[in-house]
């Protein structure tokens, strides 16, 4: 069978799959952890603002359009290619939903209890830390998992531009008309965007009930 041939290359070559598998991990990693710093600080403080929010959410939504191959050739004339490039890229992949769960999260939240919190005499760091952000987490942890699962499946055409990673076998397997290569590749990142969406999801759950 194709996937019991995929398994058996797997396991005579561990050392040449886990440094792809390695190098897939720390693009997904890195990226969503760096979006992460960029999209939800940017979501809280743009949240409030009408104006702000507009052109932030508008601003994401025409990113989400871009497919993940042209983000990915882009950074190419500037950055050229490798690890770089494609964490560029990923970040800019991984960005939009996070931002746009952050303010839907923030949005949601009714006023009558920030002005509950502010007639209680809580100052504005209290109100973000005790009150905001425990109430938008679901909503962030939703943006997170939509991240996830995007930064995972298009990490695999970063090899396009050299960055490396289990696209690599993708690809192989593709030019090489070797199913088996493909399935070294393809089937390791559907098991992680399968982890990545219930971890999450499990995540969500949890954060919902204590909201």
Do not use: Y
């Amino acid at each position: 069978m194709i996937v019991t041939d995929a398994i058996t290359w797997i396991l005579d070559n561990r050392s040449t799959f886990m440094v792809a598998f390695n190098r897939h991990m720390l693009m997904c990693v890195i990226s969503l952890g760096l979006a992460a710093l960029i999209s939800i600080p940017t979501g809280f403080m743009v949240a409030r603002s009408p104006r702000a929010a507009f052109v932030s959410v508008n601003t994401a939504g025409s990113l989400r359009s871009i497919p993940s191959l042209a983000i990915l050739a882009a950074t190419m004339p500037f950055l050229g290619i490798g690890l770089l490039p494609s964490l560029v890229a990923l970040i800019v992949l991984a960005i939009p939903p996070l931002l746009l769960n952050t303010i839907l999260g923030i949005r949601e939240i009714d006023p009558a209890v920030l002005n509950a919190a502010k007639g209680m005499g809580m100052g504005r760091r209290e109100i973000l830390w005790q009150i905001e952000l425990p109430l938008a987490m679901p909503s962030i942890i939703t943006g997170v998992r939509t991240s996830a699962i995007q930064v995972i499946g298009g990490a695999a055409l970063a090899s396009f531009i050299g960055g490396g990673g289990l696209g690599d076998f993708v690809n192989a397997g593709i030019a090489l008309m070797n199913m088996p290569r493909l399935l070294v590749g393809a089937l390791p990142i559907a098991l992680l965007a399968i982890v990545a969406e219930i971890l999450f999801g499990w995540l969500e759950r949890r954060f919902t009930q204590k909201r």
